[in-house]
């Protein structure tokens, strides 16, 4: 049976309709256009589908969307256009941070997620804030060296 949920994406009021089941990543994608999320392994494993769940960190892939009602969702495609996205962006190309970029999404917004707990993290806690986000190409140093940039010349911003 269809439901309605009401929710905020990006700032922006959705009215969903569909199969209260259904997963928020397939929703995000398929349904309201947030290609930014992506999909790895659809078991909480790799962070590809990470979003942002009322401020938090989430795996898209196990939220079903019969539980959104009322909470703040926000995707890359909403993020990029704050400031803090702008250092995360500067800081990620300046360190090489990216290469296929599958991740991407899903790492900035774990370092948003890290930033906004904790704006001066160390090393060590860089590693511990995006340890549910995998990578398979960069072996994680220029990703840590970009947010550790980042988390300097955004002073203020988080
Ligand atoms: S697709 Fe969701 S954690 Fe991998
Ligand atoms: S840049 Fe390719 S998986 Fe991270």
Known sequence: MNVTVDFVLNGDAVSWQGDPARKLLDVLR???GQTSVKCGCREGECGA?????DG??????LVAAGRLAGSEVT???GFRT???FKVLDRAFASRSAVQCGYCI???????EALLSQNARPTAE???LGISGNLCRCTGYNAIVDAILDASK????LW
């Open 30 to 32: 398929d349904d309201l």
């Open 49 to 53: 589908c990470s979003v942002l769940l």
């Open 56 to 61: 938090l960190l989430a795996n898209s892939c």
């Open 75 to 77: 995707t890359m495609e």
């Open 82 to 84: 704050t400031e803090r």
């Open 105 to 111: 999404p899903g790492m900035v917004l774990s370092a």
């Open 125 to 127: 806690e860089v590693r």
């Open 153 to 156: 010349e955004g002073e203020g």
